[in-house]
């Protein structure tokens, strides 16, 4: 089969791959119909996750039709169509019956190179790197999914691919962003980052009941998006001081709530800070570049939250965490426990609360994979979301 | 599933003499499933220690050679204090060699080398005129003394390393949400265990002895062992019988965890490792971390417990394996037939 395969920094190629076949009981394989480049798959391709080997299979933004199951894939059969979350849930671990599922503890069978660097195991995840299990991801034309009696949900028919596709990570990441914000009546949210991650952030704060939600980001059409389809304000910060003008905005008191959609890979409009990290990232002497988080939590209302849902890998210089303990932040963070999400969420979708279609600005072919991302990358062609059919 | 009865650790059968330990210091500690340790560092530490000693001594001669010979008796005229230099060098050598080399016993030889010849310039001098008999005698006593030390120090290190195995200790713990009962009741059959340690081809019980069979990098290593200690839903201890080519011993606690968790999981494991081909065999099929080993092993031992399966991947297709972890398949499905 074709798959999009990892070769080195900023290097993709679509190669010819072994079909993936069950390999244990609760295993099914999936034929993909509609997949996704996720803005986490920059970081792996601009190097910056290790444990990744020339070959690994991207993706795992994912959803098609099921075409073998094994013998205890639980009630899923050969023919539904689902959309699979990214996170691998065992489904039995006490953080899976609590609904951590990203924090699965039996998914992932690299767990031992993970703990040395983060203290426990990571849960596995598809397409991302070894250190989350080394799992083929979804940029294919099949996958195999582990514990496919937990995981993929079943879509029905008549209901487009692009509706329910993002189910699979950034529409439930964005809504657990604003979720763990805890929004109360009144609140204005700022969210950092206007990717795809950070237009559902925004839309979910307001489904959750925010008062406002100001956007910040440096490109102009992605903070128009936010604008037309959120109802968001937003601020160019490389125009302004966001966090003068976030008080300006706010009366004086600063955002109640701050989304950091952005992660390990921001800019900065200030040339000093950003020479300061860019240089020791580069020198690998600090793995993030993490200004949005810096200005989220010097912005952030005092005894406000800090929600952080953009990827991080390692570890973070100068972190204010000054601030953080005296003006009494709490900072919420995790990758998605998706799972938890998608039931509720698609029931949302159905009832046409939330069109997720609105971030798709590229469809493309699954073998032209390296083109695209190349254009997410750098954002060419008002680029925000890719996705690629097989 | 037979009751295994309690047994006495340390009651012997009428007539079988107690297993042969390996050669160590220290006092064996007797616990059920324990094994007593070796102490192969004596000799290290004290080599170590003169290895030390020789820095020191050495920089003092380098740097204050002529104080130095007057202290023990020989005029301190040019010659006296450029040997004095000179022994001075050899000595820091000596003690860097010691202190810095992986096999410290020839740089022990080395120093009582040293010894035997500082003894001979010492005797050289007591014939001189010029010498004070009384301190050169004394310098003469002193470095016998330590030649003395180093002698026995170059003996034990030679021994130990002729004879050196090592002991190895694993304590690992795990959480298992299943009930005791359930977690105690898989392990006590012997038989489940190369489910999930992945390093067993096989094991048979039979009541309370069982028949243990491990994978070495070439055949097998077999052993007996019997059950020591049962006590149900709490603690299963076991150990090899006599014969055993590498002596081991474990044991198994189960206890409630907080609140809905399950049960905590806690092994404990010691072997004494002989030196020899024997060991590097064990050291392989256990890599270089043997709690790595076990930790994986009780990785396993939850999945299988908890999840039904053990967890596979594309790069890991075996499941978790240390040493996998370093020899990743790339992340894509295996080709058909592997």
């Known amino acids: 089969m074709k798959a999009t395969t990892w070769q080195g920094r900023n290097k993709v190629e679509v190669e010819e791959v072994p079909d993936p076949r069950i390999l244990n009981g609760r295993d099914a394989v999936v034929r993909v119909t509609s997949t996704a480049i996720c803005g986490s798959d920059l970081h792996l391709y601009d190097g910056y996750i290790p444990t990744m080997k020339k070959g690994d299979i991207l993706g795992h933004e994912f959803m098609g039709e099921v075409v073998e199951v094994g013998r205890d894939a639980g009630d899923l059969k050969v023919g539904d169509r689902v959309v699979v979350p990214f996170p691998i849930a065992c489904g039995h671990c006490t953080p899976c019956t609590r609904g951590l599922t990203a924090c699965c503890e039996n998914s992932n069978p690299n767990a031992r190179l993970a703990e040395k660097m983060y203290g426990h195991a990571l849960c596995g995840i598809f397409g991302y790197s070894h250190l989350t299990g080394g799992y083929a991801g979804g940029q294919a034309e099949y996958v195999r999914v582990p514990f496919a009696d937990v995981g993929p949900v079943r879509i029905e028919a008549g209901v487009p691919d692009e509706k329910v596709l993002f189910l699979s990570d950034i529409l439930p990441t964005g809504y657990m962003g604003a979720e763990m914000c805890d929004i109360q009546r009144g609140d204005v949210v700022a969210v950092w980052g206007a990717g795809p991650v950070g237009q559902f952030a925004a839309a979910s704060a307001f489904m959750l009941g925010a008062e406002r939600v100001i956007v910040i980001d440096r490109f102009p059409y992605r903070l128009a998006m936010a604008a037309e389809h959120s109802g968001a304000e937003t601020l160019n910060y490389e125009q302004v001081d966001v966090p003068d003008a976030l008080k300006e905005m706010t009366g004086g008191r600063g955002p109640d709530k701050c989304i950091d959609a952005v992660g390990m890979e921001a800019h900065h409009s200030s040339t000093a800070m950003y020479a300061y990290d860019r240089v020791k990232q580069a020198a690998r002497l600090e793995t993030e570049r993490p200004f949005a988080l810096r200005e989220a939590i010097q912005s952030c209302r005092s005894g406000g939250i800090v929600s952080v849902i953009g990827v991080y890998g390692g570890f973070v210089d100068k972190f204010p965490m000054g601030a953080v303990l005296n003006r009494g932040l709490t900072i919420r963070a995790g990758q998605c426990h998706v799972h938890r999400y998608m039931a509720p969420l698609l029931e949302r979708i159905y009832a046409g609360d939330i069109d997720p279609t609105f971030v798709i600005t590229h469809r493309m072919r699954l073998s032209d994979a390296p083109t695209s991302y190349e254009i997410f990358k750098h954002k060419q062609d008002d680029c925000v979301k890719c996705v690629l059919t097989p | ?338």
Request: net charge negative.
């Open chain 2, 1 to 338: 599933m037979a009751v295994l009865k309690q047994i006495d650790p340390t009651e012997r059968p009428a007539g079988e003499a107690a297993p042969a330990m390996p050669r160590g210091g220290g006092a064996p500690r007797r616990e059920e499933g324990r094994l007593p340790r070796i102490d192969a560092h004596g000799g290290e530490t004290l080599a170590k220690g003169l290895g030390w000693f020789s820095i020191g001594l050495g920089v003092a001669q380098l740097v204050a050679p002529a104080r130095l010979c007057r202290a023990i008796g020989i005029e301190d005229d040019g010659e006296a204090t450029t040997l004095m230099r000179l022994v001075g060098v050899r000595e820091v050598v000596a003690g860097v060699g010691l202190l810095a080399s992986n096999n410290p016993a020839p740089w022990m030889w080395a120093r009582v080398a040293g010894d035997a010849m500082d003894l001979s310039l010492l005797g050289v001098a007591m014939t001189d005129d010029d010498a004070q008999r009384g301190r050169v005698g004394a310098a003469m006593g002193v470095v016998g003394a330590i030649t003395a030390l180093d002698v026995v120090t170059a003996t034990a290190l030679g021994e130990g390393a002729a004879g050196r195995g090592a002991s190895m200790h694993v304590t690992k713990a795990v959480t298992v949400r299943r009930p005791v009962e359930e977690v105690y009741g898989f392990w006590h059959d012997f038989e489940n265990l190369p489910r999930f340690m992945t390093h067993l081809e096989s094991v048979s019980a039979d009541g309370e002895r069982s028949h243990w069979v491990a994978k070495a990098p070439v055949g097998t290593v077999e052993w007996d062992a019997e059950v020591v200690e049962d006590r149900p839903n709490e603690l299963i201890a076991w150990r090899s019988l006599p014969g055993a080519r590498v002596e081991n011993a474990g044991r198994v606690t189960f206890r409630p965890a907080p609140a809905d968790q399950g049960t905590e999981v806690r092994v404990e494991m010691d072997a004494n490792v002989p030196a020899g081909p024997l060991g590097a065999m064990v050291a392989k099929m256990f890599g270089e971390d043997p709690s790595v080993q076990v930790g994986d092993d009780l990785r396993r031992f939850k999945q299988v417990l908890e999840a039904g399966e053990v967890v596979r991947s594309e790069g890991t297709p075996e499941g978790a394996r240390a040493r996998r972890h370093l020899n990743q398949r790339p992340a894509q499905p295996l080709p058909a037939g592997e």
